[in-house]
């Protein structure tokens, strides 16, 4: 139990450091969000929950085809908030936009023999 407590408070200091840091830096904010921290965290938990070689490869692998869907949102959302959208609308429609992407993502994917 105590390690789920330190997990939970691990990646929510990540958050809350992301979200500090972008407010007197945007740009470095930006950078310290795009390192892949939660993945490799999660790719830790893992191996210390399983030691399973496989299906961290499975989770890495799977994560790659799942962060291409999600690049577009990062020009939609800005180009939307420039252009006079509301933060919430534009929110929306972009996470809107990536959920598409990820079921089609999904679907190509499986077309061509990748198990997500």
Do not use: Q
Not at 10 to 30: D, F, Q
Not at 95 to 104: E, S, W
């Amino acid at each position: 139990m105590l390690f789920l407590v330190a997990k939970a408070l691990l990646s929510g200091i990540i958050i809350m450091a992301v979200s500090e840091i972008a407010k007197r830096s945007p740009g470095l904010g930006a950078l310290v969000a795009s390192l892949p921290l939660v993945s490799v965290l999660a790719i830790i938990w893992l191996w210390r929950d399983t030691g399973d070689s496989e299906r961290i490869a499975a989770h890495a692998e799977a994560t790659f085809w799942y962060v291409l869907p999600t690049l577009p949102m990062f020009l939609v959302l800005p180009a939307l908030l420039r252009h006079g959208t509301g933060f919430w609308l534009a929110l929306a429609a972009s996470c809107l936009l990536t959920f598409v992407l990820y079921l089609g993502t999904v679907w190509l994917a499986a077309r061509f023999g990748v198990n997500l």
